[in-house]
Structures are given as C-alpha cells and as structure tokens.
C-alpha cells in the first residue's frame, strides 16, 4: 500500500510541513510505504487557460498527478489562509482538474492540518472538502487539526502532547485499514 | 450488506424520495439488503438543551440511530433549502451528534440530491458534507444531483434520461464495492 | 433606528442568549431602538411543504417576519451545531423564505456566536453566511466570536475581558452607523 | 464614488471579464467613477512565507491594494473552479491579507459570477464569502450569477435576456446606492 503525503504550503519550516512529517513516519511504522512529497516538487504557474491552450498541463502538475495515479491514498496537511483553502494548494487542485480523467478518483483521502491558533486550522479543511470530493476522492471522515502548532513539537519532531499523538494513532491506524481494505476503483 | 436510505424531507410528494426510491431499487439489485426509512419515522422536536436536559434524546432520534447502528452504510438523499442543509435534516443530525459515541462514526455516506432546479440541489449537498464529516461518517467521493427533478422520473418511477441513469448505477456500483470491502469500524 | 435582535438558541440558559443581551445593551446606548426578541418567540413545526400547503404560513413565521420587517437592521447570535447552523436556526430560515418577497431583503446583518471551545463558534456563522445571503441580508463585514464562554460572562452580565468588550463596542459603533446611513432598500 | 471592478480570471477571453465589461458600463451609467482593472495587472508569485520574509509584498499585491484602498466599493466578477475560488483569486487575497490593516476593511462589495454551465458559477461565489467577510468587506445582499455565460453576450458585448440584463441593473442600481450612502469606515 503506498499512500502520497504532502503538505500544501511552500514555506521550508511550515508547522503543517513538520505535521506531515510525524504523519508519514507513523505511516512508515503501520506497514505503508510512504511517499513523501515537498509541495515545491510541484512547481507551476497561477492557473490561466491561455497558458493552458498555449503549453498544456505543466510538468509540475503532471509530477503531482503521477504521484497521485501511484498511490493507493493521499494525505493532505494543510495551512488554513483567511478562512479558507490556502492558493497555492487550490491553484494545484484546478491545474489537476484539467486532466482527465482526474487521477484522484476513487483515492482515499485522509486531511490535517496544523496553525499556531486555537482553531488550528479546522475552517481551512472545511473549505477544502467540496473541491476534493468534486474531484472524486473519498474522504476520511476523521481528520487532525493540530492547534497552537508553534508549541506542539518536542526536539524529535514529535507531538508533546501524548494524548492527541494516540488520536493520530487512531486515527491513521483506521485510515491505513480503510485503504488496504477497500476497492474504491 | 445492510445500507440505510432515506430522503431528508417531510413531504410526501418529494421528489428527493423519488428519487430515494429510484436509489433503493438499484441497491437491491446490487445485492444489499436495502433499508428504505421515511424521513417521517424519525420524529423529534426541535433541538432544545432544555427538552434534552428535561427528557433526554428523542425516540425518534433513537430510532434513527439505531436504524442507522445496524447498517454498513447510509445514503442521504437531500433536497438544498436556500443554499443550506434543509432545517430538519440538521435538526436530526444536530439530535444524533448528543448520541456518544455517534452512532455515525465510521460508516460510509453517499450523498444525492434532487431539485426542480438547474442545479439539483448540488450547494445543499455542500453544505451537508461538514456536518457528516465530523460525525465520523466516510463520505463518497461521488454524488448525485438531479437537476429539473419535476420532469425527470417516467411512469415506472425511474429516470427519463437513460445517461443520468448508468451514471447512477456507476455510482452505487462502486458505493457497494467500497462498502462490502472497507473495514471502516 | 430599530435592530432586532435574537440569539438563535432555544436553551434559556445560553451563552448565546447573554451575548445578545450584552449586545442589546450596547446597541441602546448607541442611540439605537432595540427589539430584544427570545428565539422561543418564533414558534414553529420543522419545515414540511405538506403542513404549509394544509395551513400556510405558521404564526411564529410570521411573528419573526414582522418584527424583521419593522426593523432596519438584525442582529443574529448563533450558536454552532456539528460545523454547522443550528438546525432550528435554519428551520426558522426555511420557512422565512416561503414568504414573497423576503422580509429580509435590504436588511443590515451583524452575526455574532458564543461557545464554550476555543473556536466560539465561528465556524457555525461561516455556514450561515450563504443562507443569508440568499436572503437578500447585507451583511457586516464584521462579526463577533467569543470564545471560552462558559468563562467569559461576569456578575453583570458583561464581558469579562475588556479588550474583548472595546473590540465589539468598536463593531458595533461601526453597525450602527451604517444602518443609519445606508439605504438598502 | 469610485467603484473598482475586476474578473477574477486570467484569461484574455473570459466570460467573467466579459460581464465585469457589461457591470462596469452600467456603474458608468449610474454616475460611479468605475476603475476597470485586468486581473493580470496584478501580477504575484503563488503565495509563500520565504518570499515575504525575503521580498516583502509583491508590487502586484501592492498595486491591488492601492486600488482598492482608492475605491469605495469593490465588484469581483469570478469564475467557479471545482466548486470553488479560483486559486488564483484566492492567492491575491492570501497575499492581501498580509498588508495590515487590511485595505478591504469597510468597503463594500458586489458579487458575480459567469460560467457555461446551468450553475452560473454561484457555488464559486458562496466559497469565496467567507474569505471576503474576513477581510472585512461588506457583502451586498445581492448576486449575479449568469449561466450558459457562452450563449449569454450579443454582438454588442451586452446581454441577450433582457429580463436578466434588468435585474443586474436592479442589483448596480442598489449597489450604488449603499455605498453612495453607508459610511462604513
């Protein structure tokens, strides 16, 4: 089972980059092969259909669909910007819209996210949810949302805070049980 | 395999248990054991801290719950109330989440709409989707929505537009696969 | 200058309920004329086209649309149900809009919320905003979410935290002066 | 009363930028000073933390700005992408929300919309409400949604349903009417 982690924001030290971190080694230790993705693999311009017409879907939204066909299942750990999806992520979403047939179809879905507030992130999830099942994934009905993440990591990388690293755990542990089990394609 | 399916509207002319019904059909051709419930046996007041601090939770969202306990998964098919969830069918769910743990957590969600309109009803769907997220519930990455439902369904009460029809039979198709195979719980 | 306003919880003992009173308070030493109405006031079924099409309108409908109709500007504080609107908020708003033309149409509109997270319920007026919308309600750029509300109330009745209460005196100001000057309708 | 009015949309050709042409007449007519402006006028890299920590705010961001904070109301015309903002409207308000005190605050703001379909972009409109209240922008009541928006313009580049082309001038009319006479900051 191979499942494709990235977090949808390009800064390096990201809270929701160091999320995505802990979420993939506890992916490692549950039997799956992880393919850990940095969101600046996939490079492309603000979506625009001219460019489109002119010089077709670019490489970096081609890289990100590849990953997508070769995964079993997809984690996204993503920044909340303004109550909503952050641009960067939603401009990838509508690039990879214009290829068809979507290649998350019938992909498992799991979402985080992680923001130095109390809310931490949740509304941005909220905002994400419509376009990704329009996209065709199916969407875990947990999901992680990592509030006043500037305080939450140890010197490993880790959670501090051991009762939500079991929730993880729970939560991961029926993600990766859903995605071996089911045939969604 | 026990499937749930219901119409989230009182009236009895609703063009969302046509199509309900339409949904049924199907499944039971698919081979699930198909529970088809009236939105009318699921009666209980409006939300109400007090009524439920007086006279705990409703039976009629007892009812559902248990309707709900004994399946492997729920459609919900929802007419859109000025770009929202109908009230009533929030009404229910607001019920169901006093329920600990939700009866919900885990099951896996289709979710189809009907409407008169051009739109069939796709924004309640929309709206809808966070709500049963946070109950635990998987949603589909599919859905189906109705437009010009007034006009749609035949003598028989099946779909006119026989296009629409093998999409929904697509659909479930794949629903039932995901449901008989997944070990969500 | 008249505002309704309405806390959109049955519960007498609300958290919502205090804030619109504290709301209303402020309202009045703004020079405004308030109408502080209890939601229990707009008694009515859950939505059901056959009950309208049997006995129309029902009486707490139209007891909410006149005093809106009376008003020049509303004030809603909701709470957040499961991500969502309250469904008896919405209830109330889906048989609103079975009267033509809406009684809302033009309206100023300040939401505000009160929860005991740490979120105060914003995301419940997230999901509100469309509904509203629909309903031809202008509204405020601003809104008001308190957090920790179990916590925030003191003998009073007032706020606890002063920068709090000068950030929703600086709202307010600012709602009041645009109902006073604009004309929506 | 100056009134900015831009299409979400980078395409030369865009519906959207032909109904913002069509929107931008009319204020004309209605006495506002219009500022018509590209959407490619403000040019900026998708939004990333390492580049405002190194660069600042994108001189296409800052030049939004300036227009906005020079107009007392704003009209965004915007595609719907996959039930959604357009990524790249979303990233300008990402990167605008980055300029304190937000230049949006006070203004007031009317929606539309344009697509193919029989939706007319409206879903993509109530997704980007919450983004805009945030940044403190006063949403008309009102929109415009224009379906089959490729069917939709005359040779004259106005609308062909003459029932439609008077709502919308319904709509401005009230639109500038408010903001003529609101205060809002």
């Given at each position: 089972m191979r499942i494709l982690v990235f977090a949808g924001?390009?800064?390096?030290?990201s809270v929701n980059k160091k999320l995505a971190t802990v979420i993939s080694g506890k992916l490692d230790v549950l039997g799956a092969e992880v393919d850990f993705a940095d969101f600046r693999e996939f490079d492309m311009p603000l979506y625009d259909g001219d460019i489109e017409a002119a010089d077709g879907i670019p490489a970096g939204t081609q890289e990100l669909a590849s990953r997508i066909t070769a995964a079993d299942a997809i984690v996204i750990v993503s920044p909340e910007y303004n109550y909503g999806v952050p641009g960067p992520l939603k401009n990838a979403i509508d690039w990879l819209?214009?290829?068809?047939?979507?290649?998350?179809?019938g992909k498992i879905c799991f979402l985080a996210s992680a923001a130095p507030?109390?809310?931490?992130g949740a509304r941005g999830l909220i905002a994400l949810r419509p376009a990704l099942s329009f996209m065709g994934l199916w969407l875990s009905g947990d999901s992680f949302s990592l509030a006043q993440a500037n305080k939450a990591f140890n010197e490993d990388g880790g959670l501090n805070d051991s009762d939500l690293d079991k929730m993880l755990d729970g939560m991961l542990d029926r993600f990766v049980k859903v995605t071996g089990s089911a045939q969604t394609t």
């Amino acid at each position: 089972m191979r499942i494709l982690v990235f977090a949808g924001s390009l800064r390096k030290e990201s809270v929701n980059k160091k999320l995505a971190t802990v979420i993939s080694g506890k992916l490692d230790v549950l039997g799956a092969e992880v393919d850990f993705a940095d969101f600046r693999e996939f490079d492309m311009p603000l979506y625009d259909g001219d460019i489109e017409a002119a010089d077709g879907i670019p490489a970096g939204t081609q890289e990100l669909a590849s990953r997508i066909t070769a995964a079993d299942a997809i984690v996204i750990v993503s920044p909340e910007y303004n109550y909503g999806v952050p641009g960067p992520l939603k401009n990838a979403i509508d690039w990879l819209s214009r290829i068809r047939p979507y290649p998350t179809i019938g992909k498992i879905c799991f979402l985080a996210s992680a923001a130095p507030s109390m809310v931490g992130g949740a509304r941005g999830l909220i905002a994400l949810r419509p376009a990704l099942s329009f996209m065709g994934l199916w969407l875990s009905g947990d999901s992680f949302s990592l509030a006043q993440a500037n305080k939450a990591f140890n010197e490993d990388g880790g959670l501090n805070d051991s009762d939500l690293d079991k929730m993880l755990d729970g939560m991961l542990d029926r993600f990766v049980k859903v995605t071996g089990s089911a045939q969604t394609t």
